[in-house]
């Protein structure tokens, strides 16, 4: 076929069509302020037809209204950011307003960047959650080095204390360190994990046993319950392994002396599925959506004042968890109460054949 071939039909069906292939919602106004045209994007956002409504009535937007106007009678085109509320959702629109040839009136096209915005916040708060969590370890050990440089080696007993309190810090400070390497490790990627068939009491045994000492130093229970039959998973062992450590351990921080941590292994027909259940502190409700994101933690004042010596951690042990799980095309979540303990499920798929 031939381009001179090419020709779009008169009654405008072509327009619509493509206006209503793109993402970004538009809006035509005539010369005499009123709605001309539509895309599907943009009734999408209003509840009713706004054809041949005046502009002005319509838009609720006083930047926006302005911006038209000024496209329709001054020629000029603008951008604009705007706050919209969308079928109750509050959403960013970013809006360029241009004049129709012939001051035939004036065009807007509005994408929606909530997504791009909503990224560089969380991309602001990681850098200062970051910042933080490096400057209150480093001002302590600072403060423990000039104390000590200002005459308090002369006395054992405080040096050994401060050289301790120097030596936690450092601690934490290099647990961040590695969190941090993990967490950028699970997150330059969305893709799969590799994975392969095993039995997922394996992977908790070898965690009961490697956090066995830290449990008795804690004078927590910690046991295993499994099935007597396999519970088979097609998932990635050591991405498992390190599930199941950042879980059982958040378990047994959180746990009383003489405590119970349990680690539930059930297979079921369409997943496996292993539970992390303690009798500890619990979690209220309303941070259940949120212990999951980078750097939260419930009781961050203590946590961080303490200086982490029992239970601070960085707040990114659960990040860390739900990357890898989601990564396995699993699933994970909390069931919790204030005084109530805490079960963390991990739901994980079944070998495919
Ligand atoms: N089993 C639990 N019982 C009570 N609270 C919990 C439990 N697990 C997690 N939490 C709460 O969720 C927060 C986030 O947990 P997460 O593992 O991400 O961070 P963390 O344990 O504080 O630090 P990290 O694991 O990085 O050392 C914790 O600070 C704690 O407040
Ligand atoms: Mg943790």
Same mark, same amino acid.
């Given at each position: ?243 199941? !450590?950042? *879980?059982?351990?958040?378990?047994? #921080? %959180?746990?009383?002396?003489?405590? /119970?941590?349990?680690?539930? $292994?059930?297979? &079921? ?44 951690? !960085?707040? *990114?042990?659960?990040?860390?968890? #739900? %990357?890898?799980?989601?990564?396995? /095309?699993?699933?994970?979540? $909390?069931?919790? &109460? ?16």
């Amino acid at each position: 076929m031939s381009r001179e071939s090419i020709r779009p039909p008169p009654d405008g069906t072509w327009l619509r069509a493509v206006l209503d292939a793109m993402v970004e919602a538009v809006l035509v106004v005539d010369a005499d302020g009123r709605i001309a045209l539509t895309n599907r994007a943009l009734d999408a956002m209003t509840s009713e037809d706004v054809r041949g409504r005046r502009a002005k009535n319509v838009i609720k937007n006083e930047r926006l209204r302005e911006a038209m106007r000024d496209a329709r009678k001054k020629r000029r085109a603008t951008e604009v950011e705007l706050e919209a509320s969308v079928r109750g959702r509050a959403r960013i629109f970013h809006a360029l307003v241009s004049p129709l040839p012939k001051r035939a009136g004036a065009v807007a096209v509005l994408r929606d960047v909530t997504p791009i915005k909503d990224l560089e916040r969380l991309r602001r708060d990681f850098v200062a959650n970051a910042s933080h969590e490096l400057r209150t370890p480093l001002t302590s050990i600072r403060g423990f080095a000039e104390t000590l440089v200002d005459g308090a080696v002369a006395d054992p007993a405080a040096t050994h204390r401060f050289l301790e309190a120097i030596l936690r810090q450092t601690k934490r400070l290099q647990r961040l360190a590695e969190d941090l390497a993990v967490l950028a490790r699970a997150e330059s990627t969305d893709e799969p994990l590799a994975a392969n068939v095993f039995d997922l009491r394996t992977i908790a045994a070898h965690v009961a046993t490697a956090l066995g000492p830290r449990a008795d130093e804690l004078g927590v229970k910690l046991r295993v319950s499994t099935p007597r039959r396999a519970v088979r998973t097609e998932a990635n062992a050591s991405a498992v392994e390190q599930v199941l !450590t950042n *879980l059982v351990d958040n378990a047994l #921080k %959180h746990s009383k002396r003489g405590g /119970r941590v349990v680690i539930a $292994v059930q297979g &079921a027909v369409t997943l496996a599925r292993v539970e992390v259940r303690d009798t500890g502190r619990g979690i209220a409700a309303q941070h259940h959506a949120r212990i999951f994101e980078r750097f939260y933690r419930v009781d961050a004042g203590r946590t961080r004042s303490d200086g982490g010596a029992a239970v601070g951690g !960085t707040g *990114l042990g659960l990040a860390i968890v #739900k %990357h890898l799980v989601e990564r396995m /095309r699993g699933s994970v979540s $909390v069931e919790s &109460a204030i005084g109530k303990g805490a079960t963390f499920r991990v739901e994980l798929p079944r070998p495919s054949r």
